[in-house]
T-cell receptor, first 115, second 115 residues
Framework: AQSVAQPEDQVNVAEGNPLTVKCTYS??????LFWYVQYPNRGLQFLLKYITGDNLVKGSYGFEAEFNKSQTSFHLKKPSALVSDSALYFCAVRKTTDSWGKLQFGAGTQVVVTP | EAGVAQSPRYKIIEKRQSVAFWCNPI?????LYWYQQILGQGPKLLIQ????????DSQLPKDRFSAERLKGVDSTLKIQPAKLEDSAVYLC?????????????FGPGTRLTVL
């Protein structure tokens, strides 16, 4: 079975500082990895995904994530955080061999960016 | 491009009552998902449709939950009778196809409160 761990319930960062949201996964075989963001009273919005190739993936709103196979991690990063980045972030994984593409989500990390 | 539509946005019912949620996916998306998101947790897949057929309902409490996707477009999720632990946000998502790494697009969700 696949699983995702987001070890931090909340990350606090000052505006302009770098932001990192951690994610580790467990899946048999190769993974597809995703990051989504959720703003209050709204559905999840896709940020970026890792499929294959370059381990550094760039996505929306200046976010990027680095796939590390040996550490089974896919941490989300942003060089300079904005107050508007304050939201709930979810990491998700699916097996490449899963023909129906079932996603397993982590519990989420609340990001708070202070002015 | 219109996004995934859901209604109602909020619903309050008493336990043992029934409730239904509606979802209209993005036009042309063959795959539709219903998720349950309990406060403080990541979304959990309840049921996945490929066109109008069910491909995964392993986590759907079938004694009280049912879902259908007639004509392979709109979908409804029903709970009958509701329990207190069904209080959650119910998210609908769609994607172009299931057996690929296409990202899922989420609707705004329906927040259900069971009293």
């Amino acid at each position: 079975a696949q699983s995702v761990a987001q070890p931090e319930d909340q990350v606090n960062v000052a505006e302009g500082n770098p932001l990192t949201v951690k994610c580790t996964y467990s899946v048999s075989g190769n993974p597809y990895l995703f990051w989504y963001v959720q703003y209050p009273n709204r559905g999840l919005q896709f940020l970026l995904k890792y499929i294959t190739g370059d381990n550094l993936v760039k996505g929306s709103y200046g976010f990027e994530a680095e796939f590390n196979k040996s550490q089974t991690s896919f941490h989300l990063k942003k060089p300079s955080a904005l107050v508007s980045d304050s939201a709930l972030y979810f990491c998700a994984v699916r097996k490449t061999t899963d023909s129906w593409g079932k996603l397993q989500f982590g519990a989420g990390t609340q990001v708070v960016v202070t002015p | 491009e219109a996004g995934v539509a859901q209604s109602p946005r909020y619903k309050i019912i008493e336990k043992r009552q029934s409730v239904a949620f509606w979802c209209n996916p993005i036009s042309g998306h063959a795959t539709l998902y219903w998720y349950q998101q309990i406060l403080g947790q990541g979304p959990k897949l309840l049921i996945q449709f490929q066109n109008n057929g069910v491909v995964d309902d392993s986590q759907l409490p079938k004694d009280r939950f049912s879902a259908e996707r007639l004509k392979g477009v709109d979908s409804t999720l029903k709970i009958q009778p509701a329990k207190l632990e069904d209080s959650a946000v119910y998210l609908c998502a769609s994607s172009l196809a299931a057996g690929t790494y296409n990202e899922q697009f989420f609707g705004p969700g329906t927040r259900l409160t069971v009293l």
